[in-house]
């Protein structure tokens, strides 16, 4: 039986503005925005606290048993709890960015993972972005996105971030974390980052967020009006 809810899927590399244009498209079309990115991070952070050894999978299976990750909308953001605790702000250090590639290429992470974004995508309108939501999560999205940017843009954009946070980076050590990260990500045994056939890539290097909301909006009018 076909599905009831719409949902739409846009994976692309680090840094592309993903979730720039899913959390506008979620505003605009009152769909539930989710960060997967943010789901790898808390559980990367998680690991750390708890020094889990990467290369133990009985520790790794004990640890993700003890992880509980929840996402609580606000007005303009959306907050993420591990076990119960605000961890929006930490998730997005650079620590964090260093080791996030290397803990979601593990198997029985990305298996715990997957499965909760596939629950969270059962019966409501969803927007999800990350790396393989049109590929293993939802294959069967009704929209899926593929946005790309160039490598310059993307660390300009990352770097603004991080400074804007507070943290001393340079644009050499932001570049090198997306190569690292682009390089893991695509080339992972499981599920790695590639491009659905299905899907609609959307170059943002010269584009504002209003006009990539644009593309994206008329692109599910279509969609919607085909079902
Ligand atoms: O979107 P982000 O940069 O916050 O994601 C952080 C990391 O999580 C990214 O380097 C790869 C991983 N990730 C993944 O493997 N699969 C997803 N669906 C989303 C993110």
Do not use: K, M, Q, Y
């Given at each position: 039986m076909k599905r009831e809810n719409f949902i739409i899927a846009i994976d692309g590399f680090s840094s592309c503005g993903k979730s720039t244009v899913a959390k506008a498209v979620a505003k605009e079309l009152q769909f539930v925005f989710i960060d997967s990115g943010a789901m790898y991070r808390a559980v990367t952070l998680y690991f750390l606290r708890n020094q889990v050894?990467?290369?133990n999978t009985k520790d790794i299976e004990n640890a993700l048993a003890h992880i509980h990750i929840d996402f609580l909308p606000e007005a303009d953001k959306v907050r993420v709890l591990l076990n119960d605790e605000d961890v929006s702000e930490e998730i997005r250090m650079m620590r964090i960015s260093e080791k996030v590639s290397e803990v979601s290429a593990l198997k029985a992470v990305r298996q715990a993972l997957v499965k909760q974004q596939q629950d969270l995508g059962k019966r409501r309108n969803i927007v999800m972005d990350g790396?393989?939501?049109?590929?293993?999560?939802?294959?069967?999205?009704?929209l899926k996105i593929f946005m790309t940017a160039s490598t310059d843009v993307r660390a300009e954009r990352r770097l603004a971030e991080l400074l804007h946070k507070g943290e001393s980076v340079t644009i050499e050590e932001v570049k090198q974390n997306l190569a690292h990260r682009d390089y893991i990500d695509s080339t992972r045994?499981?599920?790695?980052?590639r491009q659905a056939e299905d899907a609609l890539v959307i170059d943002?290097?010269?584009?504002t967020p209003a006009e990539q909301l644009q593309i994206v909006l008329s692109e599910y009018a279509k969609r919607a009006g085909e079902r």
């Open positions: 050894d990467l290369g790396r393989d939501i049109g590929t293993t999560v939802f294959p069967d999205a009704d045994e499981e599920s790695p980052l943002n290097t010269h584009l």
